[in-house]
């Protein structure tokens, strides 16, 4: 059962390494070893030369996928920031619109607040449209 075991640990180690094993045979027992036998007398082992791996194609695939993945991630971030961009646009002209409508109330109360006897209901109509205006461009 020894045997075995320390053929596949020389084998395993040869190819790990890539050594010449030797076999040596002393008082009819074999050994194995990297260095060549004491005696003179014994055989090299061939070890095959460990399969190549080919990790540079599957490396090659990942680094493209990594870059799609990159560029599409910039498209997304590049689209996010412009729909960020025309909301903060609509959200600017909203707050121009409301500004205005609650500037023309305010103009029309005083208005109606001022207004003669002759003007009055006018200026109240007046103030009532703005007040509407104003609750329309001035959601909360």
């Known amino acids: 059962m020894r045997l075995p075991a320390i053929i596949l640990l020389c084998a395993?180690?040869?190819?790990a390494s890539a050594h010449t094993v030797y076999?040596?045979?002393?008082?009819?027992?074999?050994?194995?070893?990297?260095?060549?036998?004491?005696?003179?007398?014994?055989?090299?082992?061939?070890?095959?030369?460990a399969?190549?791996?080919?990790?540079?194609?599957?490396?090659?695939?990942?680094?493209?996928?990594?870059?799609?993945?990159?560029?599409?991630?910039?498209?997304?971030?590049?689209?996010?920031?412009?729909?960020?961009?025309?909301?903060?646009?609509a959200d600017d002209a909203q707050r121009k619109k409301c500004d205005k409508a609650r500037l023309k109330l305010k103009w029309a109360q005083d208005d109606a607040k001022n207004a003669s006897l002759k003007t009055t209901e006018q200026a109240h109509t007046k103030a009532s449209r703005a007040a509407d205006t104003a609750a329309l461009e001035c959601p909360k």
């Open 51 to 89: 399969p190549a791996s080919d990790h540079s194609a599957e490396l090659l695939k990942e680094q493209g996928l990594s870059e799609k993945l990159g560029r599409e991630r910039q498209k997304r971030e590049a689209q996010d920031d412009r729909e960020r961009q025309r909301a903060a646009k």
């Open 12 to 15: 395993t180690t040869a190819a």
């Open 23 to 49: 076999k040596c045979t002393a008082d009819g027992k074999p050994s194995y070893s990297d260095t060549p036998c004491k005696s003179g007398a014994g055989t090299v082992i061939a070890v095959p030369a």
